[in-house]
């Protein structure tokens, strides 16, 4: 079965590094997102990607955020300069066209300190 | 703004019982609902879904139930086994196709 592949597992940075958060979606998926969970609370929405562009986005992504999909795989999630409330779980999502399914990746764990 | 809620944090059941795990949102104009389970060190992982024009929906083993009159959502899981041990959150979608998602219900099965 198909599924969403997310590295790395587990990623330590000090406060004020950039992090690059990379996910592979499924292959034929169209609509790709990113979420977060921190330690003990809900998944939270951070954007939607749709068509080589951010479709929605949250208050929580701002402007130390970005996304990209730099090729036909990969969508990838930077943190500009990590702060220690960064520290959560990092969800990557796709969608196949015509679909509401969200198939989730095994997330990745980002620690700052 | 909308957002989507669990009534209880924590549900313990014994093994072979039937558990139901309750949610209420507040956005009327939501058209779009999904039950997630989510294992512990995992993502969350689609159980079902329903729309707002329907009431009830039957997967295998759980069932979906919609009361758009009182704005909730329940997960109904028959003959519940101790692999269902985990995090249930309702979550209400968008036509962009983002998940909102409640505060969540650990769901706790005894043997």
């Known amino acids: 079965e198909p599924e969403v592949t997310q590295t790395p597992s587990h990623q330590v940075t000090q406060m004020g590094q950039e992090v690059i958060l990379r996910c592979v979606p499924i292959?034929?998926?169209?609509?790709f997102y990113w979420y977060r969970q921190i330690l003990g609370q809900k998944v939270e929405f951070l954007v939607s990607f749709y068509n080589n562009e951010i479709s929605e986005k949250s208050e929580i992504f701002d402007d130390q955020f970005s996304v990209e999909r730099p090729d036909g795989s990969n969508f990838t999630l930077k943190i500009r300069s990590t702060k220690l409330e960064d520290s959560a779980m990092y969800f990557c999502?796709?969608?196949?066209?015509?679909?509401?399914?969200?198939?989730f990746g095994p997330g990745t764990r980002l620690t700052v300190t | 703004g909308e957002s989507v809620g669990l009534h209880l944090p924590t549900l313990s059941v014994q093994e072979g019982d039937n558990s139901i795990i309750n949610c209420a949102y507040s956005?009327?104009?939501?058209?779009?609902f999904i039950w997630y389970k989510q294992e512990s060190g995992k993502g969350p992982q689609f159980i079902i879904d329903?729309?707002?024009?329907?009431d009830k929906r039957q997967g295998q083993r759980v069932t979906v139930l919609l009361n758009k009159t009182v704005k909730h959502l329940s997960l109904q899981i028959a003959a519940t086994q101790p692999g269902d041990s985990a995090v249930y959150f309702c979550?209400?979608?968008?036509?962009?196709?983002?998940?909102?998602f409640g505060d969540g219900t650990t769901l706790t099965v005894k043997p």
């Open positions: 329903i729309r707002s024009n329907m």
């Open positions: 979550a209400e979608n968008t036509n962009a196709g983002k998940s909102t």
């Open positions: 956005n009327s104009a939501s058209d779009y």
């Open positions: 999502a796709s969608t196949g066209q015509d679909s509401y399914e969200q198939y």
């Open positions: 292959s034929n998926h169209l609509y």
